[in-house]
């Protein structure tokens, strides 16, 4: 019993460490930007069907910035939609996603479907690495880990760089940001690119860990990481850069685990998506009433305070 359950913490731990650097992306886009990008499934695909086709051809470490690349591509299209085509966020982010299904398909050949049972991947080169250590089982968390704190560190200096600061000036005040000689459609662009990258990357470490990627791999990845930012936000709360971006992948963590509890439950597959939507209700709603909660025990108190009085 004890081994099942630390399995199926492991699985929820590396699984929410990958699509992490989804809600990452998220964090970056949603709210730093303040720019909601609806591409993320289609672009989480594209990450992962591009990254299993190089290392399909023998070119596992190549596969992460080919991945990578595709995904600023795909930020690139949908920003520009956006900032010099005059389409709203949310129809553009639902144009490219639609675009890059049959994208992904003709990337993959014409399948909806790819095996990769007997290709090399990061994986498999970390399992090789750490084969003589005690750390020989964990090859997949340290592997995930590893990207998790190269972007988390990235974005924590890259946000109190100068070009940061203006992307985090754009999504507050675009108007104030175009009065100060900064284009707010460029720093749109780059920071749409540099999400995308990162969601990209999270559909790159998926499809190369489960050796296998379907056309639909990324189906809800935008519910998934829209209900793990909340989450984070909810127990990290207010704070620095490094902090809320921690609180990120803690969020990303916790929704796995939430997940991984349900499907003990048996439920049946079809019943997968309502756990997501449950998930996210009560993420978003969660610090609603919390305030509800914290604006009513100041009223009782002061009440209290005046009938004492």
Same mark, same amino acid.
């Given at each position: 019993?004890?081994?099942?359950?630390?399995?199926?913490?492991?699985?929820?731990?590396?699984?929410?460490?990958?699509?992490?650097?989804?809600?990452?992306?998220?964090?970056?886009?949603?709210?730093?930007?303040?720019? $909601?990008?609806?591409? =993320?499934?289609? $672009?989480? @695909?594209?990450?992962?069907?591009?990254? *299993?086709?190089? %290392?399909?051809?023998?070119?596992?470490?190549?596969?992460?910035?080919? %991945?990578?690349?595709?995904?600023?591509?795909?930020?690139?299209?949908?920003?520009?939609?956006? =900032?010099?085509?005059?389409?709203?966020?949310?129809?553009?982010?639902?144009?490219?996603?639609?675009?890059?299904?049959?994208?992904?398909?003709?990337?993959?050949?014409?399948?909806?479907?790819?095996?990769?049972?007997?290709? @090399?991947?990061?994986?498999? &080169? &970390?399992?090789?690495?750490?084969?003589?250590?005690?750390?020989?089982?964990?090859?997949?968390?340290?592997?995930?880990?590893?990207?998790?704190?190269?972007?988390?560190?990235?974005?924590?200096?890259?946000?109190?760089?100068?070009?940061?600061?203006?992307?985090? *000036?754009?999504?507050?005040?675009?108007?104030?940001? #175009?009065?100060?000689?900064?284009?707010?459609?460029?720093?749109?662009?780059?920071?749409?690119?540099?999400?995308?990258?990162?969601?990209?990357?999270?559909?790159?470490?998926?499809?190369?860990?489960? #050796?296998?990627?379907?056309?639909?791999?990324?189906?809800? &990845?935008?519910?998934? %990481?829209?209900?793990?930012?909340?989450?984070?936000? +909810?127990?990290?709360? #207010?704070?620095?850069?490094?902090?809320? +971006?921690?609180?990120?992948?803690?969020?990303?963590?916790?929704?796995?685990?939430?997940? @991984?509890?349900?499907?003990?439950?048996?439920?049946?597959?079809? &019943?997968?998506?309502?756990?997501?939507?449950?998930?996210?209700?009560? %993420?978003?709603?969660?610090?609603?009433?919390?305030?509800?909660?914290?604006?009513?025990?100041?009223?009782?108190?002061?009440?209290?305070?005046?009938?004492?009085?």
């Amino acid at each position: 019993m004890l081994e099942t359950i630390i399995g199926l913490g492991t699985t929820a731990l590396e699984l929410g460490l990958m699509s992490s650097l989804t809600v990452l992306a998220l964090f970056l886009s949603y709210s730093m930007l303040n720019v $909601c990008d609806l591409s =993320t499934d289609g $672009c989480f @695909t594209l990450g992962a069907v591009v990254g *299993a086709v190089t %290392a399909i051809a023998g070119h596992p470490l190549l596969s992460i910035p080919a %991945a990578m690349g595709a995904g600023v591509l795909s930020g690139l299209f949908t920003s520009i939609l956006q =900032t010099k085509m005059g389409i709203d966020s949310l129809l553009a982010g639902i144009i490219v996603n639609t675009g890059l299904y049959s994208i992904n398909i003709a990337i993959m050949g014409g399948s909806s479907l790819l095996n990769m049972n007997k290709t @090399t991947t990061i994986f498999t &080169m &970390m399992k090789t690495f750490l084969s003589s250590t005690f750390l020989s089982s964990s090859y997949k968390l340290i592997t995930a880990l590893i990207f998790v704190v190269l972007v988390v560190v990235f974005l924590s200096f890259f946000l109190r760089t100068r070009l940061g600061l203006s992307i985090r *000036a754009t999504g507050d005040n675009p108007d104030m940001v #175009k009065s100060s000689s900064i284009n707010p459609a460029f720093t749109t662009i780059i920071g749409l690119c540099i999400s995308s990258s990162f969601t990209a990357l999270s559909g790159c470490l998926l499809a190369q860990s489960q #050796k296998s990627v379907n056309v639909t791999i990324g189906s809800g &990845m935008v519910t998934i %990481a829209l209900a793990s930012l909340l989450i984070g936000r +909810a127990f990290m709360g #207010k704070g620095g850069i490094t902090k809320r +971006a921690i609180g990120v992948v803690l969020g990303a963590i916790i929704f796995r685990l939430v997940y @991984t509890i349900a499907l003990r439950f048996n439920l049946p597959a079809y &019943m997968l998506k309502l756990v997501s939507s449950v998930i996210v209700i009560i %993420a978003i709603s969660f610090p609603y009433f919390k305030g509800k909660k914290e604006s009513f025990m100041r009223i009782h108190k002061a009440k209290k305070e005046a009938g004492n009085a």
